[in-house]
């Protein structure tokens, strides 16, 4: 009952709290207690716990392009803010080349830096792409770990995503038999396959060795090959 008016409302009780200012995102549980007494004078308690989420005033981030052609570059873009009040000194950060990539350049994938209170810095690096992937490919998260007060602190940045297109051309070359007789004939088979995720024009050569004559097939040949598709051109 609401003392004031005997009815089963409730009178709301309105709290606010100054937000502590935190390096990593911390949980504060609120707890709220309460007493109470009937009309006989027994007493009730009653308590509740809310958590509430204080996101950290240090960020990494980490960004790289949606997608490109294998004959282009990527650029990765690593960016760490510090929205405390206090500066962060001799902050170690690191990268990981992620797979079917290599670098550009000369770039490090290591770093040491400080950052002032309220300031952003970024920098950046190329990666060359060696194989084609519609899917994508995950890049691996930047680390960065610094000390503060005497604690040790690790932060992990996101892990972008990045599709490559283009072709890619696998070419390989069998004999059948592999030892003949004089005057012998034997099957040359050559085969071109098409593993990347866009169409590819094709040209095959191949050529005969010494004494040899050509009996029958081609030994070279114009095609157009779609992804994940197989075209063989076969001498003899």
Request: hydrophobic letters at 35%; aromatic letters at 6%.
């Amino acid at each position: 009952m609401d003392g004031k008016t005997d009815t089963l409302s409730l009178d709301p009780i309105t709290l606010r709290c100054g937000v502590p200012s935190v390096i990593e995102d911390t949980v504060f549980n609120i707890t709220v207690n309460i007493e109470c007494y009937d009309q006989r004078g027994v007493k009730y308690s009653y308590s509740d716990l809310h958590p509430v989420k204080v996101s950290g005033m240090f960020r990494v981030s980490k960004s790289i392009n949606d997608n490109i052609y294998i004959n282009e570059i990527a650029t990765v873009t690593i960016t760490l803010r510090n929205d405390g009040t206090h500066p962060l000194n001799s902050i170690k950060v690191s990268d990981t080349l992620p797979p079917d990539f290599e670098l550009n350049d000369n770039s490090t994938l290591q770093w040491e830096l400080d950052i002032g209170a309220g300031e952003c810095k970024s920098f950046a690096y190329s990666l060359k792409p060696m194989q084609p992937n519609e899917a994508g490919y995950a890049i691996p998260v930047a680390i960065a770990e610094w000390t503060d007060d005497g604690r040790t602190y690790s932060m992990r940045s996101d892990s972008p995503n990045i599709a490559v297109y283009g072709p890619k051309i696998e070419l390989s070359k069998t004999v059948n038999p592999s030892t003949i007789n004089e005057d012998g004939v034997v099957i040359v088979t050559i085969e071109v396959k098409n593993t990347g995720n866009v169409l590819a024009s094709v040209d095959v050569a191949d050529y005969l060795p010494e004494t040899a004559v050509l009996t029958d097939g081609v030994t070279g040949n114009e095609m157009i090959l779609r992804q994940a598709k197989l075209r063989d051109s076969v001498t003899a």
